[in-house]
Nanobody, 124 residues
Framework: QVQLVESGGGLVQAGGSLRLSCAASGRTFSEYTMGWFRQAPGKEREFVAAIRWSEDSTYYADSVKGRFTISRGNAQRTIYLEMNSLKPEDTAVYYC?????????????????WGQGTQVTVSS
């Protein structure tokens, strides 16, 4: 099993910034992908960003491209989501996820492990 723990959510005004962190522990994979998803009330969970660990290659949803940055930490299996120019529509619970293998997908059903989520609220 893999355990994922997110932190860094909170309340911020529109135009502000937040940094989310996710630390993974437990089972390891030779190849894996980690990602961020979000879910707003009454909406489906949607892809935000992902990183293919071995290549440090990154992928973004169009809605966050240019504003959000996903990165690896120096500690093994730690990722961050730097969120800038936040908008009220970014308000959601943000989840960290991991899947084994190097295939990057935006489909939440193809991720095997999930964190508990952290709330991000952007006020207008």
């Amino acid at each position: 099993q893999v355990q994922l723990v997110e932190s860094g959510g909170g309340l911020v005004q529109a135009g502000g910034s937040l940094r989310l962190s996710c630390a993974a522990s437990g089972r390891t994979f030779s190849e894996y992908t980690m990602g961020w998803f979000r879910q707003a009330p009454g909406k489906e969970r949607e892809f935000v960003a992902a990183i293919r660990w071995s290549e440090d290659s990154t992928y973004y949803a169009d809605s966050v491209k240019g504003r959000f940055t996903i990165s690896r930490g120096n500690a093994q299996r730690t990722i961050y989501l730097e969120m800038n120019s936040l908008k009220p529509e970014d308000t959601a619970v943000y989840y960290c996820a991991q899947r084994g293998g190097s295939y990057v997908t935006t489909n939440s059903r193809q991720y095997d492990y999930w964190g508990q989520g952290t709330q991000v609220t952007v006020s207008s």
